[in-house]
């Protein structure tokens, strides 16, 4: 194991020299070790790599290949994804990404799918694999799709205004029944039409061919599983974002049928690729990061991730206290005991350049805590978006969230949010024998302390820490040997070695 790890860290940083470490061969593949749920009642579950170390999945959302309704003809809706941007991404820390796709993009007809729109996941795939980054494949929609968008003459009373459209599903799988797309306080799911669309999707409804629509879309992700899961960097499939709290009264139950119809069409594609079970990550409804209800009944295997959007305290008025994060493992129990990512988490970007405001360290302390992975939202926003729209309608500039800055008034990039980067740039826990059970990083003294237990001997570890040029590192162990540092992509460190067995510490701090 020893060597294969070296293998690994030499494939990546080229300009590592580990004396007495063979170079890899010129046709040495490198492939991330696949990924697999451990559950855990009590503790909470762990993520682990194919060598048993548990895995802290920490990273970014990605909207480059999700068809946005466009409100503005003269601006585009997304940025494309570049290797460029994975290099950064790397140099952040981060060994994951939510990569989304859009189900109107993936299926445009019923029944055909759009293998070059695949080819263009999978080609971002490799690339992320490439950098030491996995990728969870996310199918986004947002207020149900981009075709539900009211007509220039849609009429629209009281204190309701014309609907945007958004992102999601075909306009051939839009059962709406005529209803009004107007939208209540700017809430975009309590338009009719798209309560009335979702409402036909959790019933299974006749579309096409007589096929329910429900159905089409579980062999959509049939298909994106068989050629998505051979990849073993692919760490898995989040089925659906933010599923509609609106659309029946019956949701409760309804959710979780949906889910396993989803899930066993997944396994299937995973069958016929020959590929092993990849992590399903599933989530509560839309309602839960306003009022921390709508979990599904349970269902499922052994393979499950729990995925709530934890943007309380940074979306919404409800305040980021310790007791979001309980809750959340507490619902992970009732499925046995499965591990948590919370697939978004975010706020304004400019929060992370106030120095009184704690957020972005807060949130990521809560996360190393209760061993949560996350995917911020977002790396970037295009001024087109339709999350822009309402400034669009209103006449005011807009402001993009994300990594970079725009001037929507002339639609240019200004730079990276450095201050924002920097609040992202902690260690980050790429493998860790035995059971994790602390990660505490002290900011100001910029030193991390990570703890585990029931290691069994030479299994190696792996932490990324966030160096700057001149940094010395100091780290020191107890229970660990061979502790040495390797240069990372972009400028930060890996610290690695070997745990003797049975408890260990990790403390890595500055000269």
């Known amino acids: 194991m020893r060597w294969l790890f070296f293998l690994l860290i030499l494939f990546l940083h080229g300009d590592a020299c580990v004396p007495g470490v063979p170079p890899p061969h010129a046709d040495f593949e490198f492939r991330l070790p696949a990924l697999h749920a451990e559950l855990d009642p009590v503790e909470g579950g762990r993520i682990r790599d194919a060598h048993g170390r548990e895995v802290l999945l920490r990273g970014v959302n990605v909207n480059a290949f999700v068809e946005y309704w466009q409100y503005d003809p003269n601006l585009f809706t997304t940025y494309p994804f570049t290797p460029e941007d994975v290099d950064i991404m790397a140099g952040i820390g981060w060994n994951a990404v939510r990569l989304l796709f859009s189900w109107s993009r993936m299926e445009p007809q019923p029944g055909v799918y759009d293998e070059a729109y695949l080819d263009q ?26 075709s539900l968008v009211a007509a220039a003459d849609e009429v629209c009373t009281g204190s309701t205004e014309p609907a945007f459209g958004w992102d999601g599903a075909p306009a051939w799988a839009t059962q709406d029944g005529g209803a009004a797309r107007c939208v209540l306080n700017g809430v975009r799911e309590l338009s009719p039409a798209v309560t009335a669309a979702f409402s036909a999707f959790w019933a299974n409804a006749p579309g096409p061919g007589g096929v329910g629509i429900q159905t089409r879309y579980a062999s959509m992700w049939e298909h994106v599983a068989e050629r998505l899961s051979i990849y073993d960097s692919v760490a898995g499939y989040d089925v659906m974002n933010e599923p509609s709290s609106f659309a029946a009264d019956a949701m ?11 899930l066993d069409a997944v396994r299937a594609g995973e069958a016929s690729a020959g590929a092993p079970r990849r992590l399903f990550f599933f989530e509560p409804l839309i309602l839960w990061n306003d ?57 304004d970007p400019n929060r992370a350049a106030d120095p009184n405001d704690d957020y972005f360290d807060r949130h990521l302390a809560f996360q190393d805590d209760y061993r949560f992975g996350s995917t911020i939202w977002t790396w970037r926003e295009a001024c087109g978006d339709p999350h822009k729209a309402a400034s669009g309608r209103d006449g005011t500039v807009p402001f993009v ?14 730079g990276m949010r450095e201050p924002l980067v920097e609040a992202m740039r902690r260690p980050v826990v790429r493998a860790a024998p035995g059971d994790l059970m602390d990660v505490v990083w002290d900011r100001p003294a910029r030193s991390v302390t ?16 966030p160096a700057r040029p001149g940094d010395h590192l100091e780290p020191v162990g107890q229970g660990l040997e061979g502790i040495h540092t390797l240069p990372a992509i972009g400028g930060g460190r890996f610290v690695a070695g070997w745990t003797q067995g049975g408890d260990w510490e990790l403390v890595v701090s500055l000269r």
């Not at 795939?125 to 981009?146: C, F, K, M």
């Not at 969230?401 to 240019?412: A, K, Q």
């Not at 990570?450 to 820490?465: D, K, L, M, P, S």
């Open 252 to 262: 409760s139950n309804l959710l979780p049928t949906f889910y396993q119809r989803t």
């Open 121 to 146: 996941l999978e080609e971002a795939v490799q690339i992320l694999e490439s950098r030491g980054i996995y990728t969870i494949i996310d199918a986004h929609q947002d207020a149900w799709g981009p």
């Open 401 to 414: 969230w994300g990594f970079w800055d725009l001037d929507c008034s002339i639609n240019e990039v200004l």
């Open 291 to 347: 009022f921390l209800v709508g979990v599904p009944a349970p269902f499922g295997d052994d393979q499950m991730v729990y995925a709530p959007h934890i943007y309380q305290g940074g979306l919404n008025s409800v305040g980021l206290v310790e007791a979001i994060f309980q809750q959340a493992k507490a619902e992970a129990a009732t499925f046995g005991g499965i591990p948590v990512v919370t697939g978004e988490w975010g706020s």
């Open 450 to 465: 990570v703890r585990g237990e029931a290691a069994e001997a030479g299994e190696t570890f792996i932490v990324f820490y």
